[in-house]
């Protein structure tokens, strides 16, 4: 039976919790709750392990802070023996407009620090990721404000809805594959 280990990049402590940069950490979240699951300390992160339709699913949230991603993904992966094709990496964009989201299954870090740790770590820009849009609604060198800044009013009004679709998408993963996945929920 193959394992899916899915990690929601951020940063731990209640001062990054509402931010921008921390929207992987609000997904996997909203996994555990529509699959009855609960997060528990663990090495390198909190962890939650529960099965999806009869597969073998860990959300990992990494407390390395974001720039140290990467030695929370490669511990989880060698120690639930998860192969590179079944992480699911989810993390914030700038170039996208907020609450789209983009899935690949390879790709550039694009400059995001949490992307490029985990490349350096597993040694492969070749691992499965979603990319949710936070938007660029910031002036120029305001960009770290940005993305460790809070949500908007706006933005919460329809936070909900956005952070199911990315559950969903990424509970799609698990049991459709990731070019089904892509097919049915990329751009929207």
Same mark, same amino acid.
């Given at each position: 039976?193959? #394992?899916?280990?899915?990690?929601?990049?951020?940063?731990?402590?209640?001062?990054?919790?509402?931010?921008?940069?921390?929207?992987?950490?609000?997904?996997?979240?909203?996994?555990?709750?529509?699959? /009855?699951?609960?997060?528990?300390?663990?090495?390198?992160? @909190?962890?939650?392990?529960?099965? !999806? =339709?009869?597969?073998?699913?860990? &959300?990992?949230?990494?407390?390395?802070?974001?720039?140290?991603?990467?030695?929370?993904?490669?511990? +989880?992966?060698?120690?639930?023996?998860?192969?590179?094709?079944?992480? !699911?990496?989810?993390?914030?964009?700038?170039?996208?407009?907020?609450?789209?989201?983009?899935?690949?299954?390879?790709?550039?870090?694009?400059?995001?620090?949490?992307? #490029?740790?985990?490349?350096?770590?597993?040694?492969?820009?070749?691992?499965?990721?979603?990319?949710?849009?936070?938007?660029?609604?910031?002036?120029?060198?305001?960009?770290?404000?940005?993305?460790?800044?809070? +949500?908007?009013? @706006?933005?919460?009004?329809?936070?909900?809805?956005?952070?199911?679709?990315?559950?969903?998408?990424?509970?799609? !993963?698990?049991?459709? /594959? &990731?070019?089904?996945?892509?097919?049915?929920?990329?751009? =929207?």
């Amino acid at each position: 039976m193959q #394992k899916y280990l899915i990690i929601g990049l951020g940063n731990i402590g209640a001062k990054y919790e509402n931010t921008r940069h921390n929207i992987g950490f609000k997904v996997v979240e909203r996994i555990a709750e529509k699959a /009855g699951a609960k997060f528990i300390p663990s090495n390198f992160g @909190e962890v939650c392990q529960f099965k !999806f =339709k009869g597969r073998p699913v860990t &959300l990992l949230k990494p407390n390395t802070y974001m720039n140290l991603s990467g030695d929370a993904v490669r511990f +989880w992966m060698k120690k639930e023996n998860i192969a590179i094709e079944n992480i !699911f990496v989810i993390t914030d964009d700038l170039n996208l407009p907020f609450g789209s989201i983009r899935m690949r299954a390879k790709g550039s870090d694009g400059g995001h620090n949490g992307l #490029k740790d985990i490349q350096n770590k597993l040694q492969s820009q070749a691992y499965p990721r979603l990319r949710f849009g936070v938007g660029n609604e910031y002036l120029k060198g305001q960009q770290i404000d940005y993305v460790l800044g809070d +949500w908007t009013a @706006e933005e919460n009004e329809i936070m909900n809805e956005r952070l199911n679709h990315s559950a969903d998408a990424a509970l799609s !993963f698990v049991f459709a /594959g &990731l070019n089904n996945t892509m097919n049915q929920y990329n751009g =929207k």
